[in-house]
């Protein structure tokens, strides 16, 4: 595995910087795929040129799964997006930039339950369980800050 990873590294991440936009995407991608191949060193083939291949494809993995979550994060924004914003609103207040800016005001409590509930996709009931607290009162938060962002997002004053 050793000599894999010091042979390979250099090639990986040329593959990711030749894919993504940021450096720092391909080193974090480089990374992710560092570990799966730690996690199946058994996995890995004796042959040299076999066990190239076999990185590549774990590294093909690993960049499949990051533009599936891009995807799924855009989808969800935009999602929130629509559901936040005053439907006769003039202007366009759910564009993506206004609604990261507008998570981004609220308590860090607040920012987590909305990020779990509508990017991570969990249910009330689940945000709750991870984040060890009452249903009840994530309930009222995530309602109290949606009421938030919606009256920020449409140009009123929010509520406080």
């Known amino acids: 595995m050793d000599q894999l990873v010091r042979r390979e590294s250099a090639d990986l991440l040329a593959y990711f910087a030749r894919r993504v936009e940021q450096p720092a995407d391909a080193a974090d991608l480089l990374s992710d795929t560092l570990v799966v191949i730690w996690r199946r060193s058994r996995d ?3 042959d040299p040129h076999e066990a190239r291949l076999w990185s590549f494809g ?13 995807r799924r994060r855009a989808d969800v924004v935009a999602k929130l997006g629509e ?8 202007s366009d207040p759910g564009s993506l930039l206004d609604v990261r800016s507008a998570i981004a005001r ?19 009931e689940e945000t709750s369980r991870l984040l060890t607290m009452s249903s009840a009162t994530v309930r009222s938060r995530h309602h109290r800050a949606k009421a938030k962002l919606a009256a920020e997002l449409s140009g009123q004053a929010a509520l406080p």
């Open 58 to 70: 774990v590294a093909r993995k690993v960049l499949s799964g990051h533009w599936r979550s891009r």
């Open 106 to 124: 609220l308590s860090e409590l607040d920012r987590e339950i909305v990020r779990l509930v509508y990017w991570e996709g969990f249910t009330l």
């Open 44 to 46: 890995i083939p004796l």
């Open 83 to 90: 559901e936040l914003t005053n439907v006769n609103t003039s």
